[in-house]
């Protein structure tokens, strides 16, 4: 018990001496230990690799996940350690509607049928969009947060241990100045207070230096951590690079399947009143020619007088009697019939004769 009293009275007295150290210092009545410029330096480095390693850090989690609501749930269910429930993201939200939409209208119909494609290309661009988040989240984000929770973390710890280890030895200095003016009034040959106090000041000065050495180690470490995260930048731009050639791929892809589908409704960027605009399979930086309204286009041709070819575009089960199966990449003969559904075309193949649906066709000149 008088063991632990003595310990804390030593400590007690220790964290005392450092806290009058430290407002001197503040009160300009106490000269400081000034660090080396290097291992300013280095301080001032990992401080600013910190505080922007953090900004990076939050707005790269708003990209992947701008509903502030889940990144506070996800944020919940980490500390947790369970895994969050898997919820549709916006593309396939919107894609699981437009299919739904489709199906309610008839596949067989061109608004039913370009619905469900559009459906389809968005729930492609959901998937690719939950691949690049997973890539972001695991090469690039916890990187990032294993710096800021794991190495600056030591870096703080060892930084606050030199601050105590500055504050001893300017502690004892001040001690040896002043052990030397008492001895020095007190004309005492012995000088056992300054002998004490400089003893004092070599150990202190010693454990300085050497934890000096640590903090400055650990900070040129920072440039380690600089070309890591250089590696992570790398990855997270493959893998944006990647999700966006995949949309424009997927977008270019469905594109081209508009382009098959009549125009037989108004495009909202018509440059002519009353003139159409067809969606014809072009490279996405190219503008969409307009159409005018004499112009011959398969809505327009829906009403020609005789028979003409037309090739089939996608395969097609007959529904019911009345209407004639394709398959696609076929050349079947088709006519228009008055009265008939303007969605719809009698065509014919040998001695077969059905409707068919207009948006399986592309009329041949």
């Known amino acids: 018990m008088d063991f632990n009293v003595k310990r804390f009275a030593a400590d007690a007295g220790t964290f005392l001496s450092r806290a009058v150290q430290f407002t001197e210092e503040k009160l300009g009545q106490a ?9 300013e330096n280095l301080l001032v480095r990992a401080e600013n690799t910190k505080q922007w390693t953090e900004k990076i850090m939050k707005q790269t989690e708003v990209l992947l996940q701008p509903n ?39 596949p067989g119909t061109a608004y039913g049928n370009a619905l469900i494609k559009c459906g389809e290309t968005q729930k492609q661009i959901g998937g690719a969009e939950r691949e690049f988040i997973q890539s972001a989240a695991i090469n690039f984000l916890t990187p990032f947060r294993n710096f800021l929770e794991g190495d600056f973390k030591t870096i703080l710890k060892e930084r606050k241990l030199l601050q105590v280890k500055r504050l001893d ?30 003893q004092e000041l070599r150990m202190t000065q010693s454990e300085f230096d050497r934890q000096a050495e640590i903090t400055r180690l650990l900070l040129e470490g920072v440039s380690s951590t600089h070309a890591h995260h250089l590696r992570c930048l790398n990855d997270l731009v493959e893998a944006q690079t990647t999700y966006y050639a995949q949309c424009y791929q ?11 589908f009549p125009s037989t409704f108004s495009n909202n960027n018509q440059v002519s009143g009353g003139a159409s605009i067809s969606v014809p399979t072009i490279p996405v930086s190219a503008s969409l020619p307009s159409v005018s309204a004499g112009q011959s286009s398969l809505s327009a041709s829906a009403g020609f007088s005789g028979s003409r070819k037309a090739r089939v575009l996608y395969d097609y089960d007959a529904a019911s ?42 009329l041949l000149n």
Do not use: C
Request: no cysteine; proline share 2%; net charge negative.
């Open 68 to 106: 502030p609501n889940v990144r506070l749930e996800e944020f919940v269910y980490e500390k947790l350690e369970k895994k969050a429930p898997t919820r549709m993201n916006n593309h396939e939200l919107l894609g699981q509607s437009m299919i739904e939409s489709g199906s309610e209208f008839g």
């Open 31 to 39: 000269e400081k230990t000034e660090l080396d410029a290097h291992l």
């Open 169 to 198: 030895l300017d502690a004892a200095k001040t001690r040896l100045k002043k052990a030397r003016m008492s001895d020095a009034r007190a004309a005492v040959r012995t000088h056992s207070l300054s002998l004490q106090a400089e």
């Open 321 to 362: 009697s009345s209407e004639l199966s394709l398959l696609a990449d076929e050349v079947i003969t088709v006519s228009s019939v008055f009265g008939m559904d303007s969605d719809w075309l009698m065509g014919e193949r040998g001695s077969q004769k059905g409707k068919v649906p207009i948006t399986y066709l592309e």
């Open 250 to 260: 997927y977008m270019v892809d469905l594109q081209k399947q508009l382009g098959s």
